[in-house]
T-cell receptor, first 113, second 115 residues
Framework: GENVEQHPSTLSVQEGDSAVIKCTYSDSASNYFPWYKQELGKGPQLIIDIRSNVGEKKDQRIAVTLNKTAKHFSLHITETQPEDSAVYFCAGFSGGGADGLTFGKGTHLIIQP | NAGVMQNPRHLVRRRGQEARLRCSPMKGHSHVYWYRQLPEEGLKFMVYLQKENIIDESGMPKERFSAEFPKEGPSILRIQQVVRGDSAAYFC?????????????FGAGSRLTVL
C-alpha cells in the first residue's frame, strides 16, 4: 500500500516569510495529492490539491508542486499570516484500490508575530 | 449545505462500555470514510463504505470495531467494550462517488475519551 512521509513535524516562521512543507510517497500509481489544514478542535479542511498530470498549482498565497519522478510533492505558503498557524497534512491516493487517502503525520506550522 | 455532520462531538465512556459514533455525509455524497486520529498523530484510515456495503475495512481492528452505512440514516462506527487505547478523535469524511471518489470532505470529528 501507499506510504506517505511528511517533513518537518514542526515549522516556525516569522510572519510575512514563506513556509515549505515536503512529502514523499511510495506508490508510483498514486495520482492525487491533497493538502489539508486542521485547526485546533476542528476537522481537516482541504486547502489545495494536485493531480499527477500537472507539476504545479497555485491558489493565491498557496502553491503545491509535484515531482513524479522523485515521488515527492511540496506545499508552499507565501506571505504567511497568523491565521496560517495550524497543522497541515499531505496525503496520497493511488486510485486503484478502494481504500481512502493515506496521510502524512502532519506539520505543526507556527507563525511568529 | 450543512457539510459532513458528526455526533456526538464529545463522548465519555468507561472501560467495557460501548461507543456509537454517527456520521451524516454531505448532501449528494454516497461514499463515507472513517479515520482515527491519536493525539499528535496523523489520520489513520479505518473503513470505507457505500450505502449498505462495506468496500474496504482493511484499517479496522479485527475485534470490537464495526461500521455500517444503512440505506436510510447515518453511518455508524461502533466500538464495543471500549479500552483506554480507544481514546482518540474519530473523523468521518464523505465523497460524491466514483468520479470524485478521492476528494474527501471531513466532519468536525467525534472525540472519544475512555475513563
Amino acid at each position: 500500500g501507499e506510504n506517505v512521509e511528511q517533513h518537518p513535524s514542526t515549522l516556525s516562521v516569522q510572519e510575512g516569510d514563506s513556509a515549505v512543507i515536503k512529502c514523499t510517497y511510495s506508490d508510483s500509481a498514486s495520482n492525487y495529492f491533497p493538502w489539508y489544514k486542521q485547526e485546533l478542535g476542528k476537522g481537516p479542511q482541504l486547502i489545495i490539491d494536485i493531480r499527477s498530470n500537472v507539476g504545479e498549482k497555485k491558489d493565491q498565497r498557496i502553491a503545491v508542486t509535484l515531482n513524479k519522478t522523485a515521488k515527492h510533492f511540496s506545499l508552499h505558503i507565501t506571505e504567511t499570516q497568523p491565521e496560517d498557524s495550524a497543522v497541515y497534512f499531505c496525503a496520497g491516493f493511488s486510485g486503484g484500490g478502494a481504500d481512502g487517502l493515506t496521510f502524512g503525520k502532519g506539520t505543526h506550522l507556527i507563525i511568529q508575530p | 449545505n450543512a457539510g459532513v455532520m458528526q455526533n456526538p462531538r464529545h463522548l465519555v465512556r468507561r472501560r467495557g462500555q460501548e461507543a456509537r459514533l454517527r456520521c451524516s455525509p454531505m448532501k449528494g455524497h454516497s461514499h463515507v470514510y472513517w479515520y482515527r486520529q491519536l493525539p499528535e498523530e496523523g489520520l489513520k484510515f479505518m473503513v470505507y463504505l457505500q450505502k449498505e456495503n462495506i468496500i474496504d475495512e482493511s484499517g479496522m481492528p479485527k475485534e470490537r470495531f464495526s461500521a455500517e452505512f444503512p440505506k436510510e440514516g447515518p453511518s455508524i462506527l461502533r466500538i464495543q467494550q471500549v479500552v483506554r487505547g480507544d481514546s482518540a478523535a474519530y473523523f468521518c469524511a464523505s465523497s460524491p462517488g466514483v468520479a470524485g471518489a478521492n476528494v474527501l470532505t471531513f466532519g468536525a470529528g467525534s472525540r472519544l475519551t475512555v475513563l
